[in-house]
Nanobody, 121 residues
Framework: QLAESGGGLVQDGGSLRLTCVMSGRTDRIWNMGWFRQAPGRDREFVAAINWSGQAPFYSDSVKGRFTVSRTPNENTAFLQLDNLKPADTALYYC????????????????WGQGTQVTVSS
């Protein structure tokens, strides 16, 4: 019910724009978050934005380089990735929740399949 797109292979310092689109759950406007999982590591929080699009927030590792946004009144979210580094290489997931602890992945009830981002040095 969530589909991510926009991943790919870029060089160190490059940019990508990820898109997340929800289908089949239009009963409400959901809070949406982005997470990522690198090989051999746990999935970690990246960024989130609430249902109104206000007060987006980020993990310390991406703050200042990534920007989360959404289409008003729709369950579509974006993650702009700038100044990418090899350490950003991971499978990036979009997720949605009706709850408000947006850094906590256990709070999210709807997940996409992920889109791969690979940054070469």
């Amino acid at each position: 019910q969530l589909a991510e797109s926009g991943g790919g292979l870029v060089q160190d310092g490059g940019s990508l724009r990820l898109t997340c689109v929800m289908s089949g759950r239009t009963d409400r406007i959901w809070n949406m978050g982005w997470f990522r999982q690198a090989p051999g590591r746990d999935r970690e929080f990246v960024a989130a934005i609430n249902w109104s699009g206000q007060a987006p927030f980020y993990s310390d590792s991406v703050k200042g380089r990534f920007t989360v946004s959404r289409t008003p009144n729709e369950n579509t979210a974006f993650l702009q990735l700038d100044n990418l580094k090899p350490a950003d290489t991971a499978l990036y997931y979009c997720a949605a929740t009706a709850k408000y602890r947006l850094r906590v992945q256990e709070e999210y009830t709807i997940w996409g399949q992920g889109t791969q981002v690979t940054v070469s040095s």
